[in-house]
């Protein structure tokens, strides 16, 4: 894994079928044996963000390679479209739609301007705008009615797995018994030697939607490992927003092989 500018990194990063059967689905905390993978996955899709737009405080802490960084950004999201992220007194601004990644720095007057590769590199999965989004709101990375998938419990969650695991891409999710959002999500690249796991520590409720209050996320290759933390702060849905971007003239533009 690569030492990015760790400013830069933090915000990028800041920016993822119905069963026919009768039996009911606990909803109070409590682990149900008999729950069918079809089932879970059902309970999972009636959870999904309904918002419009969504707006945050977020407090990012990176660490990587013994360097520690805090930073503190304003997240906006028109759900589906685009992830606004700019820091204190716009020193940094990104901005990510589903066609182009970009974000400038004004600290030391770069900018990038390309498609979802840097992220890619960053956390060693093929992302795209709703891979990151999912991830943001604590929603599956992956589509989960494209494939069969088999479920078990443990002390605390759902497990779900795909029944035939890839052994370029093992994946393991975890779903919270109480309201069936992501506790964790866990993908392994065993030849690449690539770990990436996605922990959901806590969820708040905002005007009847459950979002992510707390995510720790680990990336990890070969020998190197990168934990980021994110906490959400006041945050608001279905407001009016502005994604005001624009690269100020003179930036020396990043180019990927300079940033690995």
Known sequence: MRILKIGVVGLVIVMVSACSSSR????????DQ?????????????RDAAFKTLQAKVKIDIIQ??????YSVNLRMEKDKTIWISATLGLARAMITPDRVQFYDKINNQYFDGNYQLL??????????????????????????????TVSTNEKSYILQPKD???????????????????????SQPLKRRILQIDYLNYQDVEKEILPQNIKIIAVEDAEELNINLEYKSVSVNEELRFPFNIPSGFEEIILDDVK
Do not use: C, T, W
């Open 65 to 70: 390679d013994l360097k520690e960084a805090s």
């Open 165 to 187: 695991q890839s052994s370029l891409l093992e994946l393991f999710l975890l779903f919270n018994p109480s309201h069936f959002k992501m506790d964790s999500q866990q993908l």
């Open 34 to 46: 008999k729950l069918s993978a079809k089932q879970l996955i059902k309970e999972n899709a009636k």
């Open 120 to 149: 890619n590199d960053l956390l060693g999965i093929d992302l795209d705008y709703n891979k990151v989004q999912n991830l943001l709101i604590g929603e599956p990375l992956f589509n989960l009615k494209e494939s069969n998938y």
């Open 24 to 31: 009911r689905v606990l909803s109070n905390g409590e682990i």
